[in-house]
């Protein structure tokens, strides 16, 4: 190792650092002394990993490590995008983590050690590192999941979510150990040289079941139909300020592995997996959306919102590698911007206990705080698709990709679908819009607005509207990222010589 | 400054928005400022748009008050406004009827007050848009922006269930403009430009194929359609009137799709439109009849209201669909009667029901006596929409019919003649029960309130207006006859793949074509 290699991994060894600090503190301070500062600690830690990650853009594209790490304009896109995310998760978290918890150091460290395994997961290269960085933001995600210990629905949701989320990792493992029986490597682009020669590459059909298996780990982390059946469950049982966070970074981690896996690292599958996701998205768009339109609790239903727009994402991979790479990383800025922010306001109205989890319990909201009510109905309608909010160029580009790549019949699906959408989208925004009932006995409180929360609400109504109106930055931010991960790329860090194909055991 | 003129107008509404929200952000209790800003902010905007015809150079082909700034360069969008005699005096129009829509409001709407008006003049900004655009997607995204503070004012001020008219108003707009953002997007992918002159110019040219066309001008009808309604797809009309806030179910029908059926589908598919335009003609005859003969029954005066509206506004379609120079001139005129007279109507119908609390018609009965004003100008107004010679509908109703008669089919002339018959009926009619007959228990119960100021300070200009508009017509119909002409030369047209980069700039090379 040399000491330039620390630089490749300068955001993860700040986010480790931070983490680390925050455990030290909790645990010398007295115990009833009140831990909220310590989300600060953490919010500073996430913006100075957002810096290290911008400045990682003067660094030569290339890898460290002995190539097991790389640093490109694509890992920067998504180590900024996922810092972002926590960054507005922890402000979120500062105000409405109960005051009395004595766990809230917990909390922030788990937060930002969740970050440090998502951002490996994008910078990643090799495979193992990719299991190991998919471990640590999972684990971390599996505890926060269970933050609510108190309630019956949160260690449920942990449980079925460390459950099913070990059984998916575990394919993820087993796809890479068949791989490495394949071509004797677990280096992507040494992987991608042994493919190179594809039909004619020994042990197709190890290579074959190893795709097989790692895209089933990778859409069980993005939760894409038909393994999305643990959303709408954690997400009920996960306090709302997790689920903003593992609604977005996780799955934006694994939206980059996926992009990593299919068109750098199995470019010349494109035949087999190309149908394989094509199938996915049209059962994640239209199993969402149908099962959303039934839905009465406002976190399941945009726990299935959530399945449908991975499906709107994934039909972007339809097209060449630079559009749809470009497509789907845009697609994963808009939607975080998009879901944070409705999280966030779910998370303010129903509050910390949830006391009003239904739909209906949010008419008149409108009426009640017209500011949150009306980011309410911002952020659905950004969700929505219209235009001027960034939920429209998301779906734009990644229909346009689809096109592009051939795939008419997945736009025409997913237009459908998102006119489906727009039903339980609005369903919501018109209830928060009606007017309230007659004054009840015990009306509803009006939700408080502190600093922290106003910040990360102002960071998403910003995104949003920046994605939807001057889309250009993250677009070109996107594509350069896009012309990092092609397939084959420079042969500096994939030597030839080390094309031992070995056979299989 | 006639560059930035337009830009000017689709600002300033918005920045009274802006205004509004920092008006609320900064003082708790305002109570009728955020209504002033508005009113203030509307009449700015009217002043701007009267600048127009003032700076129209008649006889000067193509847009003018152009102005084209390249916006998003993948794929290449551009900011590309400009007016010309079609779009002009809508323009003027929607921000006449704002201080018209304000004033509706300012004593019905006494809850949130700030966020009606701020979403008010956010609907103001989307339409003054759409009317505007001169880029495919710029259009597309005002059009589409048009729909969300509309929804959310139905659903928030609703009478019975506004949530459930405010969805229903919304999917019959949106899902029929999903269609439409496929055929604007087959066009990019043959033609590389959004911009309409361009698009123009190739499809005439042939450089598009013509056969998948058919489907592309349908979809545009499609949504266009929708949206004025014509005849079958105008499920939304009735209930999004009952249920709308007055101001916006006065702008929410009509205007906008018509003119989107004129520039968009007529002015870009002509040879499509020839080949559809004898179903649009029979649609049109259907929905005069079927919309007049449904007004004659209807109990509820905001039901009325829609279908006469939709009567009125398929006589319009019938105008655009005959094909005609003096169809197309009475189509445009037509247009803005219409919208005036029925802003007209919306005013003292919610004036009516702010004072009686209901829009049975039949609780009505014998109120000219107690409220002279109001049924003066009630009766100016119906017979402006009957279209007595003299007032403003005539001229348009007349060049109408007058072009099907002798450009189209006697026999559909004839027919739409007889919508104009019924018109007139229940017009009368209602204006009989409403005003005239024996007084209604309801009139005689409520102390007799007449309009205040702020209406009559609107509703005595519009009945003036209706007058000049009958009696010197060739104001307007100048401006109106001042439509672009034959496609421009073509500027660039290349085709690239959607997400890249295109050789050249996008829209560098517009401004010089135009000199």
């Known amino acids: ?505 | 400054m006639n560059d930035s003129i337009l830009t000017l107008i689709l600002l300033a509404p918005l920045a009274g928005a802006v205004l509004i929200a920092l008006v609320l952000a900064i003082l708790p209790n305002r109570g009728k400022l955020p209504a002033w800003i508005a009113l203030l902010t509307s009449l700015v905007t009217f002043g701007l748009t009267l600048h127009l015809p003032a700076h129209f150079a008649h006889g000067q082909p193509g847009f003018q008050f152009e102005f084209n700034l390249p916006w998003i360069d993948i794929p290449p969008i551009s900011y590309h406004v400009g007016v010309d005699g079609l779009s002009l005096w809508l323009v003027v129009l929607v921000a006449l009827l704002a201080p018209a829509g304000i004033v509706a409001s300012w004593n019905s709407i006494n809850e949130r007050r700030e966020l009606f008006y701020l979403l008010f003049l956010v609907q103001q900004t989307a339409m003054l848009g759409v009317f505007i655009s001169l880029d495919l997607m710029l259009f597309y995204g005002f059009w589409e922006l048009s729909l969300v503070p509309m929804a959310i004012l139905i659903a928030m001020y609703g009478r019975k269930d506004g949530p459930k008219a405010a969805t229903k108003f919304f999917l019959f707009t949106f899902i029929p403009s999903a269609p439409l953002l496929v055929a604007i997007l087959w066009l990019y992918a043959k033609t590389g430009t959004f911009n309409f002159a361009d698009l123009q110019y190739a499809i005439a040219t042939g450089i598009v194929p013509a056969a998948p066309l058919f489907w592309v001008a349908l979809a545009f009808l499609f949504a266009f359609a929708v949206k004025v309604p014509v005849f079958p797809l105008h499920g939304w009309l009735a209930d999004t009137f009952n249920e709308a806030p007055v101001a916006m179910a006065m702008v929410v029908a009509g205007k906008l799709g018509l003119y989107a059926m004129l520039r968009f589908h007529v002015g870009l598919f002509p040879s499509q439109a020839r080949h559809i335009a004898p179903i649009l003609v029979a649609l049109a005859v259907i929905g005069i009849l079927y919309g007049a003969c449904l007004a004659l029954v209807q109990r509820d005066f905001w039901r009325f209201l829609a279908f006469a509206a939709l009567s009125h506004l398929s006589l319009i379609v019938l105008g655009i669909y005959g094909l005609t120079f003096t169809g197309w001139d009475g189509a445009i005129y037509q247009i803005l009667n219409h919208e005036l007279i029925d802003a007209a109507l919306f005013i003292l119908f919610g004036a009516l029901e702010l004072r009686y609390l209901t829009s049975q018609i039949a609780a009505y009965g014998g109120l000219a006596a107690r409220i002279p004003q109001t049924a003066t100008l009630f009766v100016i107004a119906s017979l402006a929409m009957i279209g007595l010679p003299m007032l403003n509908s005539f001229i348009g109703e007349f060049l109408i019919l007058s072009s099907t008669f002798t450009g189209v089919s006697r026999g559909w002339a004839i027919t739409a003649t007889l919508g104009v018959i019924l018109s007139a009926a229940y017009m009368l009619w209602l204006v009989q029960r409403l005003f005239y007959g024996p007084q209604s228990q309801l009139a005689a119960s409520k102390p007799p309130a007449d309009l205040r100021f702020g209406e009559l300070a609107i509703l005595w200009p519009f009945a003036v207006l209706m007058l000049v508009m009958g009696l010197a017509p060739s104001l307007w119909i100048n401006t109106i006859e001042n439509r672009t002409g034959p496609p421009a030369p073509p500027r660039q047209v290349q085709c690239c793949s959607f997400l890249t980069i295109p050789s050249q700039g996008p829209g560098s090379t517009t401004k010089e074509a135009q000199q």
């Not at chain 1, 992987?191 to 795709?211: C, T």
């Not at chain 1, 994934?314 to 994963?332: E, P, V």
């Open chain 1, 1 to 505: 190792m040399n000491p330039g290699d620390l630089l490749r991994i300068l955001p993860e060894v700040i986010l480790t650092l931070t983490g680390v600090l925050i455990m030290l503190i909790d645990a010398s301070l007295p115990a009833a002394f009140p831990r909220r500062s310590l989300g600060w600690v953490a919010a500073v830690g996430a913006t100075v990993a957002i810096w290290a990650s911008l400045w990682q853009l003067s660094l030569p594209v290339g890898t460290g490590f002995y190539g097991t790490v790389e640093t490109s304009p694509f890992t920067v896109f998504f180590h900024v995008l996922i810092c972002g995310i926590v960054l507005v998760a922890l402000l979120l978290a500062l105000d409405t983590l109960p005051e009395d918890s004595h766990h809230q150091g917990e909390y922030y460290a788990l937060v930002v050690f969740g970050a440090v395994g998502m951002c490996l997961l994008t910078s990643a290269v090799e495979l193992l590192v990719v299991f190991i960085a998919l471990e640590i933001s999972s684990i971390s995600t599996y505890v926060l999941a269970g933050y609510r210990k108190h309630t019956g629905r949160g260690p449920e949701a942990a449980i079925k979510y460390f459950l099913l989320g070990s059984f998916a990792t575990a394919f993820l493992l087993y796809g890479i150990a068949l791989i490495f029986g394949a071509t004797g490597t677990t280096q992507v682009y040494e992987i991608a040289h042994a493919l190179a020669a594809v039909p004619n590459v020994p042990n197709l059909p190890l290579i074959l079941a190893s795709l097989a298996l790692m895209l089933v780990g990778i859409l069980f982390k993005v939760s894409a139909a038909p393994f999305h059946v643990w959303t709408p469950d954690v997400y009920e049982g996960a306090p709302s300020p997790v689920v903003a966070l593992m609604s977005t970074a996780p799955k934006a981690a694994a939206f980059a592995l996926l992009l990593r896996v299919v068109y750098e690292m199995f470019p010349t599958l494109r035949s087999i997996w190309s149908p394989m996701l094509w199938v996915v998205a049209v059962l994640s768009m239209t199993v969402g959306n149908l099962a959303a339109l039934r839905q009465q609790n406002v976190k399941r239903m945009l726990a299935y919102s959530s399945i449908a727009h991975a499906g709107y994402l994934l039909a972007a991979l339809a097209a060449s590698a630079s559009d749809g790479i470009a497509a789907a990383s845009f697609y994963a800025a808009a939607y975080a911007a998009m879901n944070v922010g409705i999280f966030a306001v779910v998370t303010v109205v129903s509050g910390y206990d949830e006391k009003l989890p239904l739909i209906q319990d949010f008419r008149g909201l409108i009426y009640r705080s017209p500011l949150l009510g009306g980011l309410l109905i911002f952020f659905l309608v950004s969700l929505v698709g219209i235009p001027f909010t960034g939920g429209f160029f998301g779906k734009f580009y990644s229909f346009s990709a689809a096109v592009s790549g051939g795939a008419i019949w997945l736009a025409i699906i997913g237009l459908l679908n998102s006119g489906l959408a727009a039903a339980y989208y609005l369903h919501l925004a018109f209830t928060a819009a009606q007017r309230p009932t007659e004054p009840s006995a015990n009306p509803p409180r009006s939700p408080q607005v502190g600093i922290a929360v106003a910040a990360a609400l102002l960071f998403a109504v910003a995104a949003t509207l920046v994605l939807g109106i001057i889309p250009g930055a993250v677009l070109n931010a996107s594509q350069r990222g896009a012309h990092t991960l092609q397939p084959l790329p420079t042969a500096q860090t994939a030597p030839p010589v080390t094309l031992t194909v070995q056979p299989a055991p």
